[in-house]
């Protein structure tokens, strides 16, 4: 059970600061409200650093269906663990921002607009359209798992991989993410998602069901493409 425990981890790790830096940013009376896409970027990267130095050393730290299915196609994990990984990933989605919803109880009643509220849990297109948010996501999370395998394909430090893995997600978010908000990984957009659906959030809204399969299906599609394209390569 150490890897799924790790995934889990890692992945409650992930949310809770990643969904954090987003509800610090954009609550009402938060001290950092308004503080901008930069500090949202920014902090999602030093998320993934932390939860990579967290349990890198266990699970490989996936944190994400997309990667976990790149290397399942690369023949780096076999079936039965991929799954589990997958439901680990959700799970730990789900539960680390479900205490981004705690941490930030009082702020919620202060902020009105039910789209801020949602937009702390879940990613949403600047502007809707069905195939280019899709197309944005596959090219996001194919960068991204591309630029994973790059760094095995290289002798680096060992213990400098989390950082250059968080830049990578700065990178993708600052030039690639403002088009749909970069989820890039389906557990990260979908577990918050389900926890925005059942919490007791104060005037929270819907939970935008039409838009969640494009977080989902998009990342996937990219984490296949990203590693079928580095086969190519190597």
Partial sequence: MEPYFAEFFGTLLLLLLGDGVVAAVLLKKSKAENAGWLVIVIGWGI????????????????????????MFYRGMLPADQMIGYIVAQLAGAFVGSALVWVHYLPHWKETLDPDTKRAVFCTAPAIRNTVSNLVSEITATA??????????????????????????????????????GFAINPARDLGPRIAHFV??????????????????VGPMIGGLLGAWVYNLIY
């Fill in 47 to 70: 998320a993934v650093t932390l939860a990579i130095y967290a349990v890198g050393s266990i699970s490989g730290a996936h944190l994400n269906p997309a990667v976990t299915l790149a």
């Fill in 143 to 180: 960068v991204l798992v591309l630029a994973i395998l790059f760094i095995g394909a290289n002798e680096f430090t060992q213990g400098l991989n989390p950082i250059v893995i968080g830049l990578i997600i700065i990178s993708i978010g600052l030039s690639l993410g403002g088009t749909t």
């Fill in 199 to 216: 919490l007791p959030i104060h005037g929270k809204g819907h939970s935008d069901w039409g838009y969640a399969w494009i977080p989902v």
